[in-house]
Nanobody, 124 residues
Framework: QVQLVESGGGLVQAGDSLRLSCVVSGSTFSNFVMAWFRQAPGKEREFVGLITRSGGGTYYADSVKGRTTISRDNAKKTVYLQMNSLKPEDTAVYYC?????????????????WGQGTQVTVSS
């Protein structure tokens, strides 16, 4: 059974940086396209970005592009989300997700494994 465990969330101030980590166990990590989503109170889950199986490609939502970097270490079975210049509107629960199927796209429904989430709160 695949398990994803996020860490690194917390309370930060606007303009700060934060790095989230997600460790994957129970399966071959390099088989997974990995992504980050977030969900703010009262809002739908939102795609943040994804990284290909090899780590050679990334894709980001417009709302975070230019201040966000997703990376992965296949040896450590870990994917990272580095966010800079954080804004209060980045406040949300952040989830990592994995996709082992041949599906493509950024919709949450195409990802088959999810972490429990980590809270990020950005104060103004």
């Amino acid at each position: 059974q695949v398990q994803l465990v996020e860490s690194g969330g917390g309370l930060v101030q606007a303009g700060d940086s934060l790095r989230l980590s997600c460790v994957v166990s129970g399966s071959t990590f390099s088989n997974f396209v990995m992504a980050w989503f977030r969900q703010a109170p009262g809002k739908e889950r939102e795609f943040v970005g994804l990284i290909t199986r090899s780590g050679g490609g990334t894709y980001y939502a417009d709302s975070v592009k230019g201040r966000t970097t997703i990376s992965r270490d296949n040896a450590k079975k870990t994917v990272y989300l580095q966010m800079n210049s954080l804004k209060p509107e980045d406040t949300a629960v952040y989830y990592c997700a994995g996709r082992s199927s041949g599906l493509i796209g950024t919709q949450a429904g195409t990802f088959d494994s999810w972490g429990q989430g980590t809270q990020v709160t950005v104060s103004s």
